[in-house]
């Protein structure tokens, strides 16, 4: 089985400077690929980006950043410069080798502050 | 490039009744998964099709249950609706299999109110 925990429910950040959003996960598996969504208020879930666990560097996809550490099993999101859209709920999300599904945390509302 | 679409947009029905949703891959893809996400909650995961069978289920009874067609589109049927059925239902799709390296696009989601 397969798990996602995110601490933080909640998150404010002034607009222009960097939020970290956290995630640890846990699994059997030795492969095993970590995804992070955003899902406005309208519902949609929007994919961000993709580590996976044989991964040498950490990930990143313009604004967004993943800090992978492998031993912690954390794969925490750095989103830099925040925008008022980036106001939203953010999901990490794991998926593996032995596993078709993506087991979702509990998700990060982000509110960004003008 | 089409991504994934699903209808309707918002659906009431209620108690006992039955429900389908539809949803229309990304374009190339060829597997879909569905998710049912109640307020306040992450995505849970009903089931995945391939090929045209289910190839993985989650923790949902048979109530739920689902189609994929030949052109790789989809459908997910609720039987015998419950007011806790109420949520956002969520499809996916991905590519070659959906294994832990191929990314799943989501559609917009229908919205079911149970009443």
């Known amino acids: 089985a397969q798990k996602i925990t995110q601490t933080q429910p909640g998150m404010f950040v002034q607009e222009k400077e960097a939020v970290t959003l956290d995630c640890t996960y846990d699994?059997?598996?030795?492969?095993?690929?970590l995804f992070w969504y955003k899902q406005p208020s309208s519902g949609e879930m929007i994919f961000l980006i993709y580590q996976g666990s044989y991964d040498q560097q950490n990930a990143t996809e313009g604004r967004y950043s993943l800090n992978f550490q492998k031993a912690r099993k954390s794969a925490n999101l750095v989103i830099s410069a925040s925008q008022l859209g980036d106001s939203a709920m953010y999901f990490c999300a794991i998926s593996s080798l032995n596993d078709y599904k993506l087991s979702f945390g509990a998700g990060t509302t982000v509110t960004v502050r003008a | 490039d089409a991504g994934v679409t699903q209808s309707p947009t918002h659906l009431i029905k209620t108690r006992g009744q039955q429900v389908t949703l539809r949803c229309s891959p990304k374009?190339?893809?060829?597997?879909v998964s569905w998710y049912q996400q109640a307020l306040g909650q992450g995505p849970q995961f009903i089931f995945q099709?391939?090929?045209?069978?289910?190839?993985q289920r989650g923790n949902f009874p048979d109530r739920f249950s689902g189609h994929q067609f030949p052109n790789y589109s989809s459908e997910l049927n609720v039987n015998a609706l419950l007011l806790g059925d109420s949520a956002l239902y969520l499809c996916?799709?991905?590519?070659?299999?959906?294994?832990?390296?191929?990314?799943?696009?989501f559609g917009p989601g229908t919205r079911l109110t149970v009443l």
């Open positions: 099709y391939y090929e045209e069978e289910e190839r």
């Open positions: 699994t059997s598996d030795p492969s095993y690929g």
């Open positions: 996916a799709s991905s590519l070659e299999g959906g294994r832990n390296t191929d990314t799943q696009y």
């Open positions: 374009s190339g893809h060829d597997t």
